[in-house]
């Protein structure tokens, strides 16, 4: 099960950090993805982790802003948002898979586990 988490209201310009907490199975086993999905817009690729944390990958609009991390001790995947946008504005997904496919983790339909949203509001 995946459990997502921290979303919430803000400005323009400040940060939040949502985590996605992994129970059941090895947490170590999972590479772990967010993704986003704004209302009326298809669900998007945000970024995503390897199984050991050593490898990374972000959507275009978010590099630079956000970092992905991994607490293994914890369960727990980070993703830490900052210099908010207001389009970045969506509820956010975290989702996991068995194995490290770098070159597919932008593709949702790769991602066999799926946790339910937090959703993230950011105001101008």
């Known amino acids: 099960q995946l459990q997502a988490s921290g979303g919430g209201l803000v400005q323009a310009g400040d940060s939040l950090r949502l985590s996605c907490a992994v129970s059941g199975g090895t947490f170590s086993s999972y590479s772990v993805g967010w993704f986003r999905q704004a209302p009326g817009k298809e669900r998007e690729f945000v970024s995503a982790?390897?199984?050991?944390?050593?490898?990374?990958d972000f959507a275009d609009s978010v590099k630079g802003r956000f970092i992905v991390s991994r607490d293994n001790a914890k369960n727990t995947v980070y993703l830490q948002m900052n210099a908010l946008k207001p389009e970045d504005t969506a509820v956010y997904y975290c989702?996991?898979?068995?194995?490290?496919?770098?070159?597919?983790?932008?593709?949702?339909?790769?991602?066999?586990?799926w946790g339910q949203g937090t959703q993230v509001t950011v105001s101008s």
């Open positions: 989702a996991a898979e068995l194995q490290d496919r770098f070159y597919v983790w932008a593709l949702d339909y790769v991602w066999g586990y």
């Open positions: 982790i390897s199984r050991s944390g050593g490898s990374t």
